[in-house]
């Protein structure tokens, strides 16, 4: 009953852990330095989680052409600088009104009530084209949010990838079977694992820079869309 217990339990501390049951081998950096993107990364936890957000990134990344930030701007500018023009057309509208009223007191009618009225009415129609830009805004504002949070979460990945290269560069043997460089020849021996773990090493190196390169872009896009969320943001305020 106890081993049966603890076999049920290995899957979850597995699962809670990151622990692999694949370990990584001098084979698995060799491939892994060939590939691109996160077929790159030759650690499965990470590389099941990076693969997951980098699908998430891919379906995230083309806003579509009415969200797109610097259109929804030039529109928030339209609709505000022709909302001031109707507010300005009002009060001129208003003073009128106001002024003839002085000047015809007895009077029941006004010759400027029509304008008056019409104006008001602009105001309402435009503040319709307002609310609807401003739901437009939130919509455009979320899908910013949501490319920018996946980009970071990627961009963290490669981070933890970075760090367990560095780890794998000072722990080599940690990498390599003993298998492949063990012998009765101590001398042969070391001789094997140091070309091996120079080997490891090329391998660690071709990863590392790929993932840096890789990120320059990465972090480019994932700050573009942060500006693109925060500017939104702003014009919804």
């Not at 505000?80 to 003073?95: S, V």
């Not at 979320?142 to 794998?168: I, T």
Request: aromatic fraction near 8%; proline fraction near 3%; charge should be neutral.
């Amino acid at each position: 009953m106890k081993k049966n217990s603890i076999l049920w339990a290995l899957p979850i501390l597995f699962l809670f852990t990151g622990f692999s049951l694949k370990a990584q081998k001098l084979a698995d950096f060799e491939e892994c330095s060939t590939k691109s993107y996160t077929e790159c990364i030759p650690f499965p936890a990470i590389y099941s989680e990076a693969s997951s957000i980098g699908r998430e990134v891919a379906a995230r990344k083309t806003i579509p052409s009415n969200l797109a930030k610097n259109l929804l701007v030039s529109q928030h500018n339209n609709l505000m600088d022709e909302l001031d023009e109707l507010n300005e057309k009002l009060r001129t509208e208003q003073k009128n009104f106001d002024d003839w009223k002085k000047k015809n007191p007895e009077s029941k009618t006004n010759a400027y009530e029509k304008q008056v009225a019409d104006a008001e009415k602009k105001i309402a129609e435009q503040d319709k084209k307002i609310k609807t830009h401003y739901a437009k805004l939130e919509e455009g504002k979320e899908a910013y949010r949501r490319l920018y949070e996946a980009r970071a979460a990627l961009r963290e990945e490669f981070d933890k990838v970075l760090v367990k290269l560095d780890y794998a560069k000072s722990h080599p043997k940690e990498y390599i079977e003993e298998s492949s460089y063990k012998s009765s020849d101590k001398a042969a021996s070391d001789k094997k694992l140091a070309e091996l773990t120079k080997e490891l090493n090329g391998y660690i190196d071709k990863i590392k820079n790929h993932i840096l390169s890789q990120e320059a872009g990465h972090k480019k896009e994932e700050d573009a869309a942060k500006e693109g969320m925060d500017t939104l943001d702003d014009l919804l305020r």
